[in-house]
């Protein structure tokens, strides 16, 4: 059989395979407990195409499938595990139908098949690829990240948290500088401030690449390499002997500090199952918004010092020296399909069978599919996706907010009351401890949530998270009042504006955690590309906001500005309500969100019929919802 022939065998099983009535389209799993579910099966897990061969037959090629025959022979976890990795490989690279008829096309018009060699003729075809395809060994694998022993995720989570933090630390702390980076080179209090905007942009053009590469090589690869890439540019900008210097080295400091922000998240993912993610992505986002908020008094005691600004970059360094040694030293991969390659290799190595191998190492990259399926995605999801875009709109402004007060705080506090740059940046501990006392509420909630959970068969509902993101959507508003009103006169006791970091800390904290939980709830497989595509759009407010800051508040007074401000937020808090009401229809018609809608209504409005047509979809899945949720991706990827 010639290659053609081949080939349009492949193309003939993959359309059979994705036809509805084909008699393996449909899989019956058994109900799963919360902590058996690590990727609830998507519309895009059913039907996979790789480049595997054709079977001895010549028909029913090695699909990337679980054998129908076989699914009541295995755990249901184990089930889920096979198909999670499946989804993932076809999510990420695996050259697709449209690509494979291409590539075959252009083969058999340009160029003969050339000679195989050593005038040896064709060999016979290759059996089943599916029996090489390593597997996790059940529920309890220990090379599962799942299963890893309690002290190494816990430890894990640490050396991650501290790399996060050192990302998040290092955007604050050169606005303590700003001012004597414009005097040593001469330049306008708004150029220097470019500083902190600049880090702040490669915020939002750094996940773009460390987000999808993560889902294409795994966890450790991108961290290690950004952490790197975070402290060699961070002694670059330490050491800058002209402005420009300054600015382009903090723009690509925050680049490949970006990495932690938008990895982590995945991490964690992979680590933790429904019971514990929360509690573990509670403190992963404890370190990403208390880290800016601690850097501007340290930077502004250090730039008072003998020290310098320049310190405040050396200060990084050493840290993003730390971050990257402990991650290349200690850091083990935890992204599944990953770690299943490093399985293959090692039983290859060991049993010289070479044909071992993991399902992620039979793709073949296309760099057109590559950029449409992974570069491209973080966009497709916020510009396509209600609750990606509508989420991050809200946490746009929020995030600009943060990184606002970076110039409003000393306004009110040097500017009114007459406090150094070092004391004033004090009055930041008001919004940290309320940040502290979000995280301590939520981790709170959990046996709340393990109620939820249980009740609703082990199913986890991401609506669940959204009352803490209303409630902290009215205390940000209300702390935004608060400020403006209390700061703006010197006869008001500097401790009333200082206080009103508790309600504006409780706020941002309280919706910034339980919006990322739900982000990463909503779309397990893709939760990195999701939390990227909300970083992006972040990122641009947080780099904007500061900018005109000074203006608005010199131009309006602080008690107008924060008013407008206050305001904006208010008008934003309908928008988790509306998730909360409806955000399970949304998701049941998303091609990217696995999670299946309550089974218990979130509504009262909610049909029995709506809520089984969505379990079935989300649940069951079909090869042909998957063939119709493949051409939705490629028309997303055309309108991007």
Not at 529 to 536: L, T
């Amino acid at each position: 059989m010639g290659i053609n022939e081949i080939d349009r065998a492949l193309r003939d099983a993959e359309y059979d395979a994705t036809s509805p009535t084909s008699p393996s389209a449909h899989h019956d799993f058994p109900e799963r407990r919360s902590e058996e579910i690590e990727r609830v099966i998507s519309a895009s897990s059913v039907s996979t195409v790789s480049s595997s061969g054709p079977s001895r037959r010549g028909v029913g090629v090695g699909m990337s499938r679980v054998s129908t025959q076989r699914d009541l022979e295995r755990h249901p976890t184990e089930l889920s595990r096979i198909h999670t990795q499946r989804s993932q490989h076809s999510a990420t690279v695996g050259r697709d139908l449209r690509t494979r008829s291409r590539r075959s096309s252009r083969a058999s018009t340009s160029k003969p098949l050339p000679n195989f060699g050593a005038g040896k003729p064709y060999p016979p075809l290759l059996p089943n690829q599916e029996d090489f395809v390593v597997e996790f060994d059940g529920p309890d694998d220990p090379l599962h990240p799942l299963n890893w022993t309690l002290k190494k995720k816990l430890l894990t989570a640490a050396m991650l948290g501290f790399t996060t933090m050192i990302a998040a630390f290092g955007s604050s702390i050169f606005s303590a500088a700003t001012r004597a980076v414009a005097e040593e080179f001469d330049a306008s209090l708004d150029v220097s401030l470019l500083g902190v905007s600049l880090y702040v942009l490669g915020f939002a053009f750094g996940p773009t690449l460390w987000a999808p590469l993560s889902e294409l090589k795994g966890r450790r690869l991108p961290l290690v390499l950004s952490m790197f890439g975070f402290a060699l540019f961070n002694i670059a900008n330490a050491t800058a002997k002209d402005l420009q210097t300054v600015l382009i080295t903090r723009f690509f400091a925050g680049f490949f500090g970006a990495c932690p922000l938008a990895v982590v998240a995945a991490v964690f993912s992979d680590m933790f199952d429904n019971r514990t993610r929360g509690v573990a992505l509670t403190v992963f986002s404890m370190t990403v918004f208390t880290g800016p908020l601690m850097a501007p008094f340290s930077g502004a005691f250090i730039v008072d010092s003998y020290l310098g600004w320049r310190w405040t970059s050396y200060i990084v360094f050493f840290a993003g020296c730390a971050a990257f040694v402990l991650n290349l030293i200690f850091l083990e991969e935890t992204y599944p399909p990953v770690v299943l390659i490093q399985k293959a290799a090692e039983l290859r190595r060991r049993t010289l069978n070479w044909g071992i191998h993991a399902k992620q190492e039979e793709i073949e990259i296309d760099f057109r599919e590559l950029i449409s399926k992974n570069f491209s995605r973080p966009m497709r999801l916020l510009f396509l996706e209600p609750i990606v875009t509508l989420l991050s709109i809200y946490m746009a402004f929020i995030y600009g907010l943060l990184y606002l007060f970076l110039t409003a705080y000393p306004l009110v506090f040097q500017g009114v009351h007459g406090m150094s740059a070092g004391v004033a940046g004090l009055a930041f501990f008001g919004m940290i401890v309320g940040q502290l006392i979000a995280g301590a509420t939520i981790l709170m909630q959990q046996p709340w949530y393990q109620r939820k959970l249980a009740a609703n068969n082990g199913v986890p509902v991401p609506e669940w998270r959204l009352p803490s993101v209303i409630a902290g959507g009215v205390s940000f508003a209300a702390g935004l009042f608060w400020f403006g009103w209390s700061g703006y006169r010197k006869d008001v006791h500097w401790i009333v504006p200082a206080l009103s970091g508790l309600a504006s800390g409780f706020g941002l904290a309280s919706i910034f955690l339980q919006a990322l939980n739900y982000l990463v709830d909503s779309y397990l497989m893709f939760a990195a590309s999701a939390i990227a595509g909300n970083a992006f759009l972040r990122s641009l407010a947080g780099a904007g906001f500061p900018l005109f800051a000074r203006y608005m508040f010199n131009g309006m007074g602080i008690e107008w500005a924060s008013t407008l401000l206050g305001c904006v937020g208010v008008a934003l808090v309908p928008i988790p309500v509306v998730f909360y009401l409806y955000g399970h229809k949304i998701r049941a018609k998303s091609a990217y969100a696995p999670t299946p809608p309550p089974q218990d209504s979130l509504s009262s409005t909610d049909t029995a019929e709506d809520s089984e047509l969505g379990a079935e979809k989300n649940l069951n899945g079909t090869a042909a919802e998957a063939s119709v949720a493949r051409k939705d991706q490629d028309a997303a990827a055309r309108a991007v």
